[in-house]
């Protein structure tokens, strides 16, 4: 198996690769082959019970021994040992161990060879970083530490924390070393380690009490190096130079041997040599504590052992205490072994390798070089999952989308539209309303009939508008306020024709002519035009017009306190030279009549000019406004009202006055007949469809 | 020289009328042409008198005489500032500029409106409703009004869409709401009487002036 599947994106990577080259998650180690026949047991799942006969071989020859051992029936000293200890002061032997026969390395490495053991533990818990530092306990485990001449025991102490007692220590102390190896002081010190927490503490340990319990992690790693065999990872951490190991080692001996003279001596000594034989021990922390270097140099001065007497200040670093002790075999690990290795093992060389060429700068490891795992600085960035979004279509959905589109592709053919007998039958009823309504008009107009009568009523608005002209003074002032669309200018002249021929021939009144509309602004001129064609032999009146009234809304107040102050300069001149001279407000005419086709602008000069200021608004409406104007002159805002032919045909018949209404007559008469005889047969049309639509529905 | 002229004028007016009535047969080409026409001689003549009443009466006679008032001829500035700053209106970029302008004629133009409306027709409607239903008036006028008041409650009636906790309207204004139907039904309908009576006589106008071309 040469690459390693991602666990999170199931990208296959390199087989040296630590990190996923797509996602950047860390790859799980890489295995041996013996592992492939034996997966990983991943959290959840259930252990399965598997043949491992053929793994046999492969097993390290220690590891064979020791399973020929189970056999037999264990050693008395180990029944002894069995008593589980506590978690934490027994971190050294794990129970699974203590089953099992230790096997030599690790007679050597925990027993028989402390000081290397010692020295390797102690560069493993600098390796472990300062994490485990601020881990470690921070009270009372200098307490329990005794004499410097006890390392283990020390070590033991850093690993115990403030919830360790000292019983389970003593019982570790005896495990790990027989009573005869232990030096006079630390055997009454393991006999007597319940009380020994009780007992008066000396001054310079107190004082190392009182010290920062930096240095308390690196006796933390010792507990993989006890408990089972030293992987391929702490062979390497073996053999390479640890840097804070050299001057941990002198605590090291006094586990198995009596503390030598240069100890004792350094244990008498004041706390802050005390402090300068720490187990981290490190030149750093020599110069940084209380201890000058003289205090240094008379305590190396001191007799110090053989393995120690080489190693000089200056190499500490450079000189590794394992090349001094036997390294270590290499053992062969199975794959649960393996498995169970701590993340920093399973980094790639490289990354190891580099970290441990790097010095550090500051704190209590200053100065020293690859005594901790250094990770990359830069953590490669690790991508999302990325999921897929892909759906899965099935064959229905691609027939029902198949469906969908036909229908959205029908919905956007135009499609032939047939006529049916309903519109047929429409288009002849238009062409044959269309065709009875210009010969009912054509024929009367053409024949000049006056068949219809006049109105035998006058209507309310036509009487008191005539009644309100004949109340006028003679030779009264009129304004014309023109407000129609050329569209309905043939109905409004038909409309003005007579009330027009009123003033002019019974009051001779003098005209002034205000449109609304631009396009009014010269209709004076066709007014008076019809006026002389109606009445040729009556001089046409005089009048001034005053154009167009721009502004709007917003001109009509303006307009009524100054009725000349939108006039042309002509109109102007001429308005001064005219009877409208005294005009100067608009309640100032004698009479003003709007003529209108749209109620909109007419409700507006009706409030804006404010009617009931003035003396006489007379209107003038197309037969399409009248419903809506209507309400002014029954308000009394309007004294008289003219609405449709049929109001300008009363007022010719009730003034004596002919003009086009009369004319007009027969023909919209005969339009209005139509127009009702069209939309009754069209009426009963429909209902007679209707009826017969009905059984059909039934049916 | 007159009767040429009068003829012409005639005869244009005859066929643009007949224009107009072609589309009895359908749109074509004849009707849009006549439309065009007469949209766009609107336009110019529009055009034309605006220029003349207003640009050259109203603003630059009056800023070009010297014996204008200074006040007078300030405002005129200010007025025609205000113009050009309506003119920007068409461009979407410059539009804001003209903001200020379209504030004050919409400002002014609902103020007057609101005020006309309440001072010149509300008030004297509801004066002449109430006056319907004065003691010394005749029936006849307590009947009009009386009919001019249901008509308008009903009407009103018939637009409240207000209803119970059933979902319903209350019964009372159910039966408003049908008169108030009846109300819309006739109003409408005189409506359209009405303006089929004024398309009538245009249409009446129109063919007499053809007959009278004819017979002239």
Known sequence: MDEIICQQCGHTNPMDAVFCQRCGALLPPSRPATDQLAPTLRAGEEPQKKSTSELEPLLPAWLREMRKGEESPPAPKEEKSAPPPPPSSQPSVAPEAEEEEIPEWLKELGILSSGPRKAQSVSFSEKEGKEEESAAPQEGWSKDLGPLSAPGSVANAFETGPSASAEPEAEASSMLFSADELPAWLRGEAQSAAPAAEEPVPDWLKAFAEEPPAPAAPAQPAVPAAEEPVPDWLKAFAEEPPAPAAPAQPAVPAAEEPAPDWLKAFAEETPGTTQASQPPSTPAVIGTSGAGEEDLSSLLEMEIPDWLAGISAEATSSQPAAEKTPALEAAELPAWVQAMRPIEAILSSEVEGAASLEEEKEGPLAGLRGVLPRAPETLPYIRPRTYSVRLNVTQDHQAHVQLLEQLIAAESQPRPRQATPAQKSGLFGYWLIAILLLAAILLPLFGGTQMTAMPALTPRGTWQFIESFNALPASPTILLVLDYEMSTS?????????????????????????????????????????????????????????????????????????????????????????????????????????????????????????????????????????????????????????????????????????????????????????????????????????????????? | MNLPVEWLNALLGFVLTLAIFSYLLGDNPLFRLTIHLFVGVSSGYIAAVIFRQVWLHQLFQPLLNPQTDVLLRAWLLFSLLLAVFLLTKISPRLGSIGTPAAAILSGIAAGLMITGAVQGTLIPQLQATAAAFDPSRPLDTWLDGLILLLGAISTLAYFHFGADQSLRRRWWIRVLASSGLIFLGLTLGALFAALYSSTLTALIERLDTLISFFLR
């Open chain 1, 490 to 699: 043939g109905e409004m002249e038909a409309l003005l024709l007579p009330p027009l021929r009123h003033l002019t021939s019974i009051k001779q009144a003098h005209l002034a002519f205000i449109a609304l509309n631009p396009l009014m602004s010269t209709m004076d001129e066709r007014l008076l035009e019809a006026l002389h064609v109606a009445q040729p032999q009556m001089p046409l009146p005089e009048s001034v017009n005053l154009g167009y009234l721009p502004g709007g809304l917003s001109a009509l107040p303006l307009f009524a306190s100054n009725p000349t102050f939108a006039a042309s300069p002509e109109a102007r001149a001429r308005w001064e030279r005219s009877p409208f001279q005294r005009v100067k407000t608009l309640s100032d005419f004698d009479c003003v009549v709007l003529v209108t086709d749209n109620a909109e602008s007419a409700r507006l000069w009706i409030e804006q000019t404010n009617s009931l200021k003035y003396n006489t608004l007379l209107m003038v409406s197309s037969a399409r406004s009248a419903p809506m104007l209507s309400p002014y002159f029954h308000s009394g805002q309007a004294k008289g009202m003219i609405a449709g032919l049929n109001d300008a045909a009363a007022y010719e018949q009730m003034s004596g006055l002919s003009g086009l209404a009369r004319r007009y007559r027969d023909a919209y008469s005969a339009g209005l007949l139509l127009a009702l005889g069209a939309g009754g047969i069209g009426a009963l049309w429909g209902l007679l469809i209707r009826r017969n639509s009905k059984p059909q529905e039934g049916a």
